[in-house]
T-cell receptor
């Protein structure tokens, strides 16, 4: 069954709107989750690493004030695209990974993604 | 900077054919190489490879890592239309971050 649940799967909204995407780890508690963005015909690009109880770590070139990440519990991370514009239209995917004692070097498991279209 | 290159970028075959997908990488402090299959939605995990020369197998799919050549191959035998997808290769270095290649788009025609 699914390891990661991501909602919503599709969002269409007007320019200037803020959009929140949720990522839930279903199978285990996840101290770390990852947020990726995928443009058409491109590969997945890591945007940020979400850390439970602390600030997210953003990749170079990703605006932290634009893409707000909240990892308030061990099973939920949210990504909020603030004041979204057409250039933010993309496929956003989260992933989780087992960490901690006895779980070194585990694969990441991905949610079904959120297709965001800003008009 | 860590880098993953996949080839070919696109491949069209007929059902029953065998295909080999390639992945080469440059990464600091290599820990693992992963293969994922991406259909319409998010990638699904296929294999994780950490040691050279040990083949991982799942049904008609198999994969092997060559750490000397900094590469891996993914083989699919007796392809079916359901194998049509984008196959992504990713590597993990010193951090937990995955670096993905651009993927190989496989189309299997009936």
């Amino acid at each position: 069954g699914a390891v990661v649940s991501q909602h919503p799967s599709w969002v269409i909204c007007k320019s200037g709107t803020s959009v929140k995407i949720e990522c839930r780890s279903l199978d285990f508690q996840a101290t770390t989750m990852f947020w990726y963005r995928q443009f058409p015909k491109q590969s997945l690009m890591l945007m940020a690493t979400s850390n439970e109880g602390s600030k997210a770590t953003y990749e170079q070139g990703v605006e932290k004030d634009k893409f707000l990440i909240n990892h308030a519990s061990l099973t939920l991370s949210t990504l909020t695209v603030t004041s979204a514009h057409p250039e933010d239209s993309s496929f956003y995917i989260c992933s989780t990974q087992r960490t901690g004692f006895g779980n070194s070097n585990q694969p990441q498991h991905f949610g079904d993604g959120t297709r965001l279209s800003i008009l | 900077e860590d880098k993953v290159v996949q080839s070919p970028l696109s491949l069209v075959v007929h059902e029953g054919d065998t295909v080999t997908l390639n992945c080469s990488y440059e990464v600091t402090n290599f820990r693992s190489l992963l293969w994922y299959k991406q259909e319409k939605k998010a990638p699904t995990f296929l294999f994780m490879l950490t040691s050279s020369g040990i083949e991982k197998k799942s049904g008609r799919l198999s994969s092997i890592l060559d750490k000397k050549e900094l590469s891996s191959i993914l083989n699919i035998t007796a392809t079916q239309t359901g194998d049509s997808a984008i196959y992504l290769c990713a590597v993990k270095g010193g951090s937990e971050k995955l670096v993905f290649g651009k993927g190989t788009k496989l189309t299997v025609n009936p």
